[in-house]
Each structure stands twice: as C-alpha cells, then as structure tokens.
C-alpha cells in the first residue's frame, strides 16, 4: 500500500497529514506528487472534483519553497473567492509544523489595501483569483518576479468563466517559472491550447477518462412535462426529507423565481446568483455550509469554485447543453469516497440529449418515477418517525416535567398521543398531497425504443435548407445575428445564460445556437425576436457595443 512517506513527502508534511487522516495517496496525489517534487516539470493533472487535487500540488509546493526567503515563490490561480479561501484553508492545515511559512489568499469583493498590507509583510505562496491578480500586478502591489511555480487549478472553469486572456497575462508576468502546473476535471480545447503554448512537454495524468463521471455518484432522470417542471422538483426534494443540496437553473431569473416560491412555502432554502454582492454572497454561503440552508438554488456561474462538503443531492432543474458543465454540477457530490446523487428533470424531448451525456460521462443514468402524493407522505412519516426515536433526551431536565405530562395525557390513550404527534407535524402534507396529480409522462413504446437506441425522436430537428443556406421546417423561427463569440469569453451554455438574462426571456424561446470564434446565430420564436434585439442591440459589452439584428436581413 502507497504512503505519502513512500512518494517522498517529508516528514514534518507526513506528521500533519496524519493528524488531518490522510493515510493512503488518492489516485491522483500518488501519480502526482512525485513528479511534481522534481519541481522543473511542466504538469497536467486531470481528475473530477473532489478527489484530493489540492493537496496534490499543495505539499510538493510546501516542501519545495525556500522559507527563509520572504518573496512570492508560488503563485496559485483558482476561479472563486470561495475556492480561493479553501486552498488557503488546506494550505495552512498542511504546513502546521512549518515555521515562517506564509500563505496570502487575494480576492476581489474585499478591500485590496488590506490584501497589500499581508502581501508586504513577507509571504511565500500567493493564492489568487485572476481579476484580484490583475488588479496587484497593475498596482505593482505584487511582485511576480521570482515566482517558481504556477497552479492553475480548475482551469477548465476558468477559462468557462472567460479568464483566458487573464490567465494569459498573468503567464507573461511569471517570466521565470520553472514549471507549471494545470489541474482540471476536463479536457476542452481551451485548456489544451493554454498548455501547448506556455507548457513544455508536460506529463500528463489522468485519473479515471477526460469527463467521466464519479462513480460514487448515482445519476438518475425524471420525465415529467414543461409546465410541471417546477411541482416536479417540489415533490422531488419532499420525498427527500434529509437532502442536503444545489439545483442548478440556467438563468439568475429561474434561481430567483424557485427561491422565492420554495421560501413562501416554509422551505430553508436560498439563491445565489450574479446579482447577489459580495456581501449578500458570503452570508449565503455561510448559511449554506452551517445548514441553515437546505438548499442552494445557483446559477453555473455563480455556483462556479463552490466547495461544500457533505452535499448529498445535485438537481439539474434543466440539463445544460456542455457535458463539461454537467460533469461539474454533478462533482459537487459524491465527494471524498461519500455517496451521491445527480439528478435531472427533464421533458420527453430532452431524453435524447441525456443519453448524449450518459455516453460521454461513462456512467449509466436510471429513470426513476416521480413520486406520487402518498409516496412523499409515506416518506416524510418514516422520516419524522426516526427523528422521534432518535431525539436526545440526555440533555434538559425532563423528569421534572413528567408527573405533569402524565396527569395531563392520564385519559389519552398511547395511539391516540401518536396520531395528535402525527397530525401537528404531517397536517400541511397531508392536506397538500391528499389529491396529488400524476406527474410522470408516460412514454409510448416506440419512444421507449427510440430513446434507448439513441434516436431523436423531435420532427423539429429536421430540417432542410435552400441554396442560400436558410433554413425550412422551422417556420415559427426567426434567426438572429450577434457579434458576440468564442473570443469573448462564452462557452454555450454560458452565452445562453447571458442572452436570456440580458433579455429576460425564458428558454422556451429559442432554438438552435451556432457560435463561432467572432459572431454567433441564434434561432428565437418570431413574437419573442423584436424583444431580444431591443435589449441585447446597441448595449455595451467590454468595451464595445453589441450589434444583433435578422441575419436573413443582412443579405
């Protein structure tokens, strides 16, 4: 069996490691760490979230920094403030025995006066978000000089995020690197031409195949129509009475609508999305990790560096349409050898596009039926049932009030007490689910067959085009044009949150979506086409003005 003695950690490492019970290497530390020790050789680790990537490169870089040197060595660039905070977090747990050793987290949302302030009084290791970063460099608060080594963690997020030309800037500003190191979960091209252009031949380790799933997690699909989507996941996280999770939404909109609907409804539950501040963010954040919260409702971006341990549920209240977005979403559980659970809500249509996934994610995706009322009521009675029995009654004077508990239910019977107990906690339930409606949509045989050989059983796909390029089959489509792309940052799913929250329109608008590198074309219902132009042309958008008008009309 493999230790991290064995991989050649040092011993003042192995003794904090063994006090925070590490024992035995993950796979990707034990492929890692060794190669990463030499600390001349460019690395690209590629694993899921969850599997020990931090410490992978976090003691190869505790024991190679020279801690009488009181300058930046190692500079580590994450996604989020909160993945930012949780490196920093591990750092410090890691280096306990190591004297004079100084990790910096720096970040934006807070004040950079006090982040120049810690960078001046000596550090060795500089944890950072790209546009923090940014800001110090051009501040000339930071000195990047003699930085060895460079982390990109999460890189495939990063560059999701738009920080390509970030990340760029800050591998022109460590000119005297002597390796770096790039972990991902996935392989996007993005990610392949940052390590051909600032790597040199480096070792490449992957753990498990580029985007495949956790196999500690159990990925599971709904089908249910449009119009339920909504009662669909209600009856979902009711029939789960100790879930402890995210549901991912494709728009802020959708993350605000469900929050508030869920919270009306006496649920501990709260959204975190672009618009939120800083502020707002970290208290969400905080009621989330101290339970307060039940559920997260998060937008992909906003949800982006979250790392929270113990989630036992991901809700795709919609699938997105990258598999690398959806490998991320379901890496929030089934973390650390725990078991988890994705599941995806979905219509009849969209079964094709899940089984897309399921190929490319290697692991199998099982329907389960929604729950029905009696279902959820039945679960929730066994749920409170176990909570009774278990209740502590060690702590809190109760004998004290048991002669006047019993004077007081002398002429009630033991049934009767548990039917009254039964009734104050199961009365809203009951009432709610006594005539619940069937939320399932039950597929037709031929569908059945269709979806499981991979077919896409959706006429509107068909299509055909004229000699010009236009498209038929598609009459109540009008195809828009946008000079947004590649280059600006957006990845599909990304730019598709970005037009619909620029416009305020829902999903069910639009059809299909071609991205180029410079310009993209988009196909909208005809009656919903005049409202996007209007909110998205003419607006500006780093530094220029988006243009978008009817493609057909541009000759």
């Known amino acids: ?149 460079v982390v990109l963690d999460e890189a495939d997020e990063m560059l999701n995020m738009g920080f390509r030309d970030d990340i760029e800037f800050i591998l022109k500003n460590t000119p005297n690197r002597e390796s770096t190191w790039l972990f991902s979960a996935t392989m996007p091209p993005e990610v392949k031409q940052v390590s051909k252009r600032y790597m040199t031949q480096p070792v490449e380790v992957t753990v498990g195949k580029a985007n495949t799933g956790n196999v500690n997690i159990d990925h599971q699909y709904y089908v249910t129509s449009a119009h339920n989507r909504y009662e669909t996941l209600k009856r979902i996280i009711d029939f789960n009475p100790g879930i402890y999770g995210i549901v991912f939404t494709r728009t802020k909109l959708d993350a605000q609508d469900i929050s508030e609907k869920l919270t009306r409804e006496g649920y501990d539950i709260d959204a975190l999305h672009g618009d939120l501040t800083q502020g707002q963010r970290d208290k969400v954040m905080g009621q989330f990790r101290d339970k307060t919260l039940q559920l997260l409702i998060a937008t992909d971006v906003a949800a982006r560096g979250i790392d929270v341990s113990g989630i036992t549920h991901v809700i795709n209240y919609e699938l997105p349409d990258d598999v690398e977005v959806y490998t991320h979403r379901s890496g929030r559980t089934g973390r650390a050898g725990k078991h988890g659970i994705s599941l995806s809500i979905v219509h009849s249509r969209e079964v094709f596009k899940l089984r897309q996934i399921e190929k490319i994610v290697q692991q199998p995706f099982h329907k389960l039926d929604i729950p029905s009322g009696k279902d959820v009521c039945r679960k929730q009675f066994f749920f409170f049932m176990d909570k009774l029995l278990q209740a502590d009654i060690s702590h809190g004077d109760y004998e004290t009030y048991l002669p006047m508990l019993q004077e007081k239910f002398a002429d009630v019977s033991k049934e009767e007490v548990l039917k009254r107990v039964a009734a104050m906690e199961f009365d809203r339930f009951l009432k709610y689910y006594e005539n619940a409606e069937d939320l399932n949509v039950r597929e037709s045989s031929r569908q059945s067959r269709d979806m499981r050989s991979g077919a896409r059983d959706d006429r509107d796909q068909t299509r055909r085009r004229d000699t010009r390029g236009r498209e038929f089959g598609n009459g109540d489509f009008q195809r828009l044009f946008v000079n947004l792309g590649t280059k600006d940052g957006f990845y599909k799913a990304s730019f598709l949150q970005f037009i619909l929250d620029m416009s305020d329109l829902k999903k069910d608008v639009l059809g299909r979506i071609d991205m180029k590198e410079m310009n993209s074309w988009i196909e909208i219902d005809k009656t919903a086409a005049n409202k996007m132009i209007k909110a998205l042309d003419g607006k500006p958008f780093k530094g220029r003005r988006i243009r978008m008008n009817d493609a057909n009309s541009r000759g």
């Open 1 to 149: 069996m493999m230790t991290f003695e064995g991989l050649g950690i040092n011993e003042k490492l192995i003794q904090a490691t063994t006090e925070l019970g590490f024992v035995t290497p993950t796979p990707i530390q034990e492929k890692a760490i060794p190669v990463l020790l030499s600390g001349t050789k460019d690395f690209v680790g590629l694993a899921q979230t969850g599997t020990g990537k931090t410490a992978a490169f976090g003691l190869p870089l505790l024991q190679l920094i020279e801690v009488q040197n009181k300058f930046p060595q190692a500079l580590i660039v994450c996604p989020t403030r909160e993945l930012c905070l949780q490196i920093v977090k591990d750092l410090e747990q890691f280096k306990t025995y190591i004297k004079g050793m100084h990790v910096v987290a720096v970040y934006g949302g807070t004040s950079i006066s006090m982040q120049i302030r810690d960078l001046r009084r000596g550090v060795q290791i500089v944890v950072a978000t790209p546009g923090r970063l940014i800001d110090l460099i051009e501040r000339k608060a930071v000195d990047l000089e003699q930085i060895k080594y």
